[in-house]
């Protein structure tokens, strides 16, 4: 069974920065690219981020773009997420999936930010 455990999200002012973090279980992580997404209050899901599964190649949505970083650990299951000059539109439920669909995603961590 795939499992994906979000965490690192909180309540941070504009301009500050985050560090998500996603564990993953039941599957071969290493093998897999993996993907960011996020869904704002009473939006539809966005897609933020995707990693290959080497961690070589990135791609990110153009609202993000310069501002956050993807990054894996192939050894520790582990997919990142660093959030750095953070605008109030970021604020969302963030999840971890393996592509963009999203459909085998987490529970999400909300990234709230707010003056």
């Given at each position: 069974e795939?499992?994906?455990?979000?965490?690192?999200?909180?309540?941070?002012?504009?301009?500050?920065?985050?560090?998500?973090?996603?564990?993953?279980?039941?599957?071969?992580?290493?093998?897999?690219?993996?993907?960011?997404?996020?869904?704002?209050?009473?939006?539809?899901?966005?897609?933020?981020?995707?990693?290959?599964?080497?961690?070589?190649?990135?791609?990110?949505?153009?609202?993000?773009?310069?501002?956050?970083?993807?990054?894996r650990?192939?050894?520790?299951?582990?997919?990142?997420?660093?959030?750095?000059?953070?605008k109030?539109?970021?604020?969302?439920?963030?999840?971890?999936?393996?592509?963009?669909?999203?459909l085998?995603?987490?529970?999400g961590?909300?990234?709230?930010?707010?003056?």
């Amino acid at each position: 069974e795939v499992q994906l455990v979000e965490s690192g999200g909180g309540l941070v002012q504009p301009g500050g920065s985050l560090r998500l973090s996603c564990v993953a279980s039941g599957f071969t992580f290493s093998y897999s690219a993996m993907t960011w997404v996020r869904q704002a209050p009473g939006k539809g899901l966005e897609w933020v981020s995707t990693i290959s599964s080497g961690g070589h190649y990135t791609d990110y949505a153009d609202s993000v773009k310069g501002r956050f970083t993807i990054s894996r650990d192939n050894a520790e299951n582990t997919l990142y997420l660093q959030l750095n000059s953070l605008k109030i539109e970021d604020t969302a439920m963030y999840y971890c999936a393996r592509d963009r669909s999203a459909l085998d995603r987490g529970q999400g961590t909300q990234v709230t930010v707010s003056p």
